[in-house]
């Protein structure tokens, strides 16, 4: 059997990817790599290497030589910060994906996961229940890029053959790993200022509706879903995804259950624009239909849980 690489194995969701895939495959079997040189706390009990996915020949010879089957690709520039660098966001998000996807068109690779996002969704997308075939017209380099990526994976599935399988990831609350500059990041950034200094000053305003999903329910879906038989899937572009939907305002009325004192002020900036442009909530019913998809966290329970590791 083939290893597993985890690319972007240092962030938010990698970490936790990483850790979960070793518990189930043994440690040496999952290699985690990321542009970062040192290996985090977290994955220093099995491989780690730097690797830059923009070195498409680096790459290409890692995979080659060191019997790799299976790639998580996770490096990309998030909703926020690739607004603030577009050009390079764009070439980040798309240029490892070709170099993977090529890997495995070529037959180096049996099968890739590559997440998109909500981002994928516009201002023009019917924002309650947003189906999984729906108008698309994304307003940001990320959601365009996540988009195009989409179309790449189908068509390098419907064209070449190619197992790539991919989840719209809402935005992922988690305490292990920080998120690494999403439009969702107060979702987890509240917490720590709620715990450290009793108030929080959100960048969204208070009734900005947005979905969202506790880690745990993320890697659990990406783990079904790569686990799926692939007689099963129906969609090759990406999946919809969801969990729980809420504002602001009800996170912070949930952590004030567990701290009265608690206060949140507003002062929305450009990432308000971002967040008007994404669904509020999501239909998530292929996910269900095709592998079983169900969250297991509420808003209640997901407050809890984070205060508690926090
Ligand atoms: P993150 O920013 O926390 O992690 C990305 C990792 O990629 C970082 O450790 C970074 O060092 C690494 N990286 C950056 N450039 C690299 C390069 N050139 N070569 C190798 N590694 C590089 O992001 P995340 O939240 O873990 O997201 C992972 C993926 O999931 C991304 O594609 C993101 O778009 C997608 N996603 C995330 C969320 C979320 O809420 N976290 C939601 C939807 C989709
Ligand atoms: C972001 O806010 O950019 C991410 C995402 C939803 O893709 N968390």
């Known amino acids: 059997m083939g290893k597993t690489l985890i690319i972007g194995a240092a962030g938010q969701i990698g970490s936790e990817l990483t850790l979960a895939l070793r518990q189930k495959k043994g ?16 994955l220093i009990d099995g491989p780690y290497h730097r690797l830059d996915i923009m070195n498409r020949e680096e790459v290409r010879s ?32 798309m240029e490892g994906l070709f170099t993977i996807l090529d890997l495995a068109k070529e037959g180096f690779l049996q099968r890739i996961f590559w997440p998109s996002s909500i981002a994928v969704f516009g201002p023009t ?19 365009i890029s996540k988009q195009a990526g989409e ?20 935005g992922l609350i988690s305490y292990k790993s920080p998120p690494g500059g999403g439009t969702t990041d107060y979702a987890v950034d509240i917490f720590y200022k709620a715990k450290a200094q009793g108030n929080y000053t959100c960048f969204l305003n208070k009734d900005t509706e947005l979905p969202m999903m506790f880690m745990d329910d ?31 305002d009800q996170l912070a009325k949930e952590i004030q259950k567990h701290i009265p004192d608690f206060i949140i002020r507003y002062e929305p900036d450009f990432r308000q624009t971002i967040a008007d442009s994404w ?14 998809w169900k969250p297991a966290y509420n808003l209640s329970e997901l407050v809890s849980e984070m205060l508690h590791h926090i």
């Not at 998030?78 to 966001?89: C, M, W």
């Not at 179309?151 to 809402?170: A, I, K, M």
């Not at 879906?221 to 572009?237: D, F, Y």
């Open 27 to 42: 440690n040496e079997a999952v290699i985690a790599a990321d542009i970062k040189s040192e290996c985090p706390s977290l």
């Open 279 to 292: 669904p509020n909530s999501i239909d998530d019913s292929y996910a269900s239909e095709d592998w079983n």
């Open 151 to 170: 179309r790449w994976c189908e068509y390098y599935h419907n064209t070449f053959g190619v197992d790539v399988r991919s989840l719209r990831y809402p």
């Open 62 to 93: 890692f995979v080659q030589n060191n019997a790799i089957d299976e790639v998580y690709l996770l490096a990309a520039l998030l909703s926020a910060t690739a607004e603030k660098n577009p050009d390079f966001a764009w070439r980040l998000n």
């Open 218 to 248: 993320a890697i659990r879906a990406t783990i079904t879903l790569m686990e799926a038989p692939k007689e099963n899937l129906r969609i090759w572009s990406s999946y919809n995804l969801s969990g729980i939907s809420f504002t602001p």
């Open 125 to 143: 997308t019917p924002n309650e229940g947003t189906p999984q075939h729906t108008v698309m017209e994304p307003s940001t380099v990320y959601g």
